[in-house]
């Protein structure tokens, strides 16, 4: 049930998935019985507030971005955990250092966000992630009376293991527990006046499967004029580059896999590893075991992560599971070639033959083989290149995510 996690590991997560349910139950009852009262439809402007947490200020900045362009937002107010960026429009919050040590960071800033609901109004409450950020959010919404958005960021994932299976949860995978809590989680998803999910297949999944409603494609967006400078193929340092959190989802490991199996071909090879978790030791042991070590680069967390991607033929991705990477679509502007799995939404982006490859997940030798043929062929990586580079500047760019977002916040004015 629990596979290959410590015992106290094993407890704190049967422990935060009772309690989730628990909370789940509560949280259904209350916002059940609260009517919502009709909204003000005189203001042509709406204050947004945030809650959630924050991965990296390239994260923050490829979400809060567009929102800050938005011509129908006033300002947002900020009670994120981590850095976000600097911006007249953003407000940030705090969370009070003595409640966040009395009973924790999470549910400090759940009970902050009701608080200031309620103080401050703002007219659209969005949460990152279902527990508890999203939930809290729902639960002050009601309370005030603000419209309430679900950023589901980790795509279906979030529904298979109702919200309590993201990639850095104390439950890492789908268990019993999720299974109780499925249900109720999905009974609460229709209170909210709409969810935000970041590529096709999971609003197929959300409006088909569980006839979900008000669901809006809105990913991370790109600031194209980052990777203005086009670097040509001889003149790229890196053969393949991974970015991402080093943690059990993204399947690290598999990326050393893959670099074994190209270095039988080619002994050379240049690879690079941007990222930091807690992975990182056990990486570097298993690259020395698997005699890689002189072809991998460990870059730890970057945050001008352009500068790596403007240099490499080749992103590779090996995630067991993804909604549409943001790391994926950087990759693609500066010029990387994706040879990914085939998993979430990634194929919303990777045309499989065309922009890159999608590779069933754990077959390295053909990640091998995709991924030399392009690290060998200027003729063959010109033409994914530029493909991929041309449909994540489409679909990703600051100024396609920002009409996006005036889009969706348009209904609740």
Same mark, same amino acid.
């Given at each position: ?258 670099? @074994? %199996? ?11 590893? $941007? /990222? *930091?978790?807690?992975? &990182?030791? #056990? ?45 994926? @679509? %950087? ?11 085939? $998993? /979430? *939404?990634?194929?919303? &982006?990777? #045309? ?46 600051? %100024? ?14």
């Amino acid at each position: 049930m629990y596979k290959d996690q410590p015992t106290t590991r094993k407890i704190i997560g049967i422990a935060v998935g009772t309690s989730a349910i628990i909370i789940y139950a509560i949280s259904y009852l209350l916002v059940a019985m609260v009517r919502r009262r009709k909204h003000s439809s005189e203001k042509s402007e709406l204050t947004v507030m945030l809650t959630g947490r924050v991965d990296s200020k390239n994260w923050a900045n490829s979400h809060l971005a567009p929102l800050t362009q938005a011509d129908n937002v006033k300002k947002i107010l900020s009670l994120l955990d981590g850095q976000i960026i600097e911006h007249p429009k953003i407000i940030p919050l705090t969370v009070p250092y003595w409640l966040r040590f009395l009973i924790g960071r999470s549910p400090a800033r759940s009970i902050c966000t009701i608080v200031y609901a309620i103080t401050l109004r703002p007219d659209v409450i969005m949460g990152y992630h279902f527990f508890p950020a999203a939930l809290s959010a729902l639960i002050a919404a009601k309370i005030s009376n603000a419209h309430c958005i679900y950023q589901m960021t980790a795509g279906r994932l979030e529904i298979v293991g109702a919200g309590l299976a993201t990639e850095s949860s104390l439950i890492p995978e789908p268990n019993f527990l999720s299974d109780i809590a499925k249900p109720v989680m999905i009974k609460l998803c229709g209170y909210f006046d709409a969810i935000i999910v970041r590529g096709s297949k999971t609003k197929n999944y959300l409006t088909e499967n569980l006839q979900m409603q008000n669901v809006h494609i809105i990913q991370g967006s790109i600031d194209v004029k980052r990777f203005a400078n086009d670097v040509s193929f001889d003149e790229r340092k890196y053969d393949i580059a991974f970015v991402g959190r080093l943690v059990p989802i993204k399947q690290p490991e598999h990326v050393l896999y893959v670099i @074994a %199996e190209l270095v039988k071909s080619k002994p050379d090879l240049r690879a690079v590893i $941007v /990222g *930091d978790g807690p992975l &990182l030791g #056990k990486l570097k042991q298993s690259a020395r075991a698997l005699n890689i070590q002189a072809n991998v680069e460990f870059a730890g967390h970057i945050e001008n992560v352009e500068t790596i991607l403007s240099q490499s033929k080749v992103f590779i991705l090996t995630s067991r599971s993804e909604s549409l990477s943001i790391a994926l @679509a %950087e990759a693609m502007v500066a010029g990387a070639v994706p040879v990914v799995s085939d $998993v /979430g *939404d990634l194929s919303d &982006l990777v #045309k499989n033959g065309k922009t890159g490859w999608l590779i069933e997940p754990g077959n390295f030798c053909d990640y091998g083989k995709k991924a030399l043929s392009i690290i060998d062929s200027f003729y063959d990586y010109s033409k994914y290149s530029e493909a991929a580079k041309q449909l994540a500047i489409e679909n990703n760019s600051l %100024e396609t995510i920002t009409t996006r977002w005036q889009s969706a916040l348009s209904s609740f004015i």
